[in-house]
C-alpha cells in the first residue's frame, strides 16, 4: 500500500527506530511485510515456512538494524535479510532426508526423484509450482526479477554478486522455469519491455 | 554459427540498443537454437510476472513485534519445527539482544564468506577450529547447552565487560580431560557431521560427556550471515554418541 506523502520515509523510521522508538520498527513491518512475505513465499514454495522466514527476517533487521548504515535503500538492505533467511530455511531442509537416511538401515521410500517430480509438474501452467523445480541459487534470482520487478543492479546489491552474475542466473532461471512448466518455445516477439529494469 | 548468448536476456528484456537489438534479431530469427531459447525465456518471464503478491497469514505482524518486544530471538511461530524452547532470561537489558532458541539443526551450509565474516569487523576475534575433545564431567542439561552457547557467543565477539545477559550464564560445564589424539577429535566430528551434516561456520569447541544420562558428543558452532557480516550465531549441537543420532540443538543471536 502506498503511503500518503506525509508518511516518514524508510530511513527516518530506521533513525527513529535506533533511537529507541518500537513504534518505528512496527511501521516498518507493516509497510513492508506483504513484499517480504510474498518473496519467502515464491523461494520457497510454502506459506508455513514463508512465514517463519520473514519473522527471522524482521528480527534479524531489527537486531541490527544499528548496522544498517545507509549505502544502499532500506529495502535493498531488507530483501537480503529476507533471502538470507529464506536460503537458512532451505539448508535445514535440506539436511532432513539426510538425518533418515544415516538413522534408518530399512529399505527407504524416498518419494519422487527430482526428475519425476519434474515430470509430474511439467506442462502446468502454475508458475509458482514450477518455481520449485528451479535450482535454488537461479530461482532466488528469477524471483526477485521477474516476480518482485527489481532492477537488477539492486538484485546484484542483494545478492552480492556482479550484475552479469545476476543476470545469467536469470537467464537460466527462465529457461529451467519454462522446462519445468512445459513451455515450448513460442515465436519470437519484438521486446515487449524497453531498457527496463537493466544498465 | 556464434550464438549471442550474453545478450540473449537484454533482448529478451527489450534492454540493447537499436544497433544491438537488430543484430541480436536478426540471429535469433533464422537460429534454431537462439529462436526457441529467447520463447522460453519469455513465456517464463510472462507466466512469473502474472503471479500477484500473496496476503501474509493473520496474526504475522504481531508474532513479529511479540517476538522483538519479548527479544526471544528467532523463536518459531508455533509450528513443531522445535522440539523444545529454552526461556532465554528473557527481558534481561543488554546492550547485545540475545535471542535462544533450541531449533532443529539449524548447522548452515558452507559459505566462504562467514570466514571472511569472522575477521572483517575489528570487534570480531580469530577462531580457531577445535583440535581437541573436551571430557567433561557430570551429566549436561538444558542450562548447560545455554551457557556453552553463550560462552560461545562471548568468545566469537569482543563485548569487552560481560553484559548481563551473559553473567546469567555462567556455569560452564566442568571439564575433566582434554583429549588431543586425532582420531579422537576426527571421530567426534564425523559424528556430529553424520547426525546434522556438515556444520558451516567454525566449530570452535568439541565435548564428550553424557547429556541427560545419554553419552553424547557436542560440538559448538559458531557462524555469521555471511556478506561480510559479523559471527552473530553459536550453536550448539548434540549428537547421540552411540549411534550418531541427534540429541538436541541449541541456537544463539547475538
Known amino acids: ?199 | 554459427m556464434n550464438h549471442p548468448t550474453s545478450e540473449l536476456i537484454d533482448f529478451v528484456d527489450g534492454a540493447l540498443e537499436p544497433a544491438a537489438r537488430e543484430r541480436v534479431a536478426a540471429h535469433v530469427r533464422s537460429c534454431p537454437v537462439c529462436g526457441p531459447e529467447v520463447g522460453r525465456a519469455r513465456a517464463a518471464r510472462d507466466a512469473l510476472r502474472g503471479l500477484a503478491d500473496v496476503d501474509p497469514p493473520p496474526g504475522l505482524t504481531e508474532s513479529i513485534l511479540d517476538a522483538v518486544e519479548s527479544g526471544s530471538g528467532a523463536a518459531p511461530r508455533g509450528r513443531a519445527r522445535t522440539w523444545s524452547r529454552w526461556a532465554a532470561g528473557a527481558g534481561v537489558a543488554a546492550a547485545i539482544l540475545l535471542g535462544l532458541a533450541i531449533a532443529l539443526p539449524q548447522v548452515r551450509g558452507s559459505n566462504g564468506a562467514d570466514t571472511e565474516a569472522a575477521g572483517a569487523e575489528s570487534r570480531s576475534k580469530d577462531l580457531s577450529a577445535a583440535t581437541t575433545v573436551e571430557v567433561v564431567a557430570g551429566d549436561l542439561g538444558i542450562d548447560d547447552l545455554g551457557a556453552l552457547a553463550t560462552g560461545a557467543a562471548r568468545e566469537a565477539v569482543d563485548v569487552g565487560a560481560p553484559s548481563p545477559a551473559y553473567a546469567a550464564q555462567d556455569g560452564v560445564p566442568v571439564v575433566d580431560q582434554v583429549r588431543a589424539e586425532p582420531r579422537v577429535v576426527d571421530r567426534a566430528l564425523a559424528c556430529l557431521t553424520t547426525a546434522f551434516g556438515t556444520p558451516d561456520g567454525t566449530v570452535i569447541r568439541l565435548l564428550e560427556g553424557t547429556y541427560e544420562g545419554t553419552p553424547a558428543v557436542l560440538g559448538v558452532v559458531v557462524s555469521g550471515p555471511g556478506a561480510g557480516e559479523p559471527p552473530d550465531r553459536a550453536e550448539v549441537l548434540v549428537a547421540d554418541r552411540l549411534d550418531c543420532s541427534i540429541l538436541v540443538g541449541h541456537t544463539v543471536q547475538f
Not at chain 1, 29 to 36: K, S
Open chain 1, 1 to 199: 500500500v502506498p503511503d500518503v506523502a506525509a508518511s516518514p520515509s524508510d530511513e527516518e523510521l530506521v533513525r527513529s527506530c535506533v533511537a529507541g522508538d518500537e513504534q518505528a520498527f512496527a511501521t516498518l513491518v507493516r509497510r513492508h511485510q506483504t513484499r517480504i512475505y510474498s518473496v519467502c513465499v515464491r523461494i520457497l514454495g510454502d506459506e508455513e515456512d514463508a512465514a517463519d522466514a520473514t519473522q527471522d527476517a524482521f528480527l534479524t533487521a531489527y537486531r541490527k538494524l544499528a548496522q544498517f548504515r545507509g549505502e544502499a535503500a532500506f529495502t535493498t538492505w531488507l530483501h537480503r535479510v529476507a533471502v538470507n533467511a529464506c536460503y537458512d530455511i532451505l539448508r535445514r531442509k535440506r539436511r532432513q532426508p539426510l538425518l533418515h537416511t544415516v538413522r534408518e538401515d530399512a529399505p527407504r521410500d524416498e518419494g519422487p526423484s527430482v526428475e519425476d517430480h519434474a515430470e509430474e509438474v511439467a506442462g502446468t501452467h502454475d508458475a509458482a509450482a514450477a518455481l520449485a523445480l528451479v535450482p535454488e541459487e537461479f530461482r532466488v534470482a528469477l524471483v526477485l526479477a521477474d516476480v518482485q520487478d527489481l532492477p537488477y543492479e539492486q538484485i546484484a546489491r542483494v545478492l552480492d554478486v556482479p550484475i552479469g552474475t545476476v543476470k545469467s542466473r536469470v537467464h537460466r532461471g527462465r529457461l529451467a522455469l519454462a522446462k519445468a512448466m512445459g513451455l515450448g518455445a513460442r515465436e519470437p516477439a519484438p521486446p515487449s519491455r524497453p531498457s527496463e529494469g537493466t544498465a
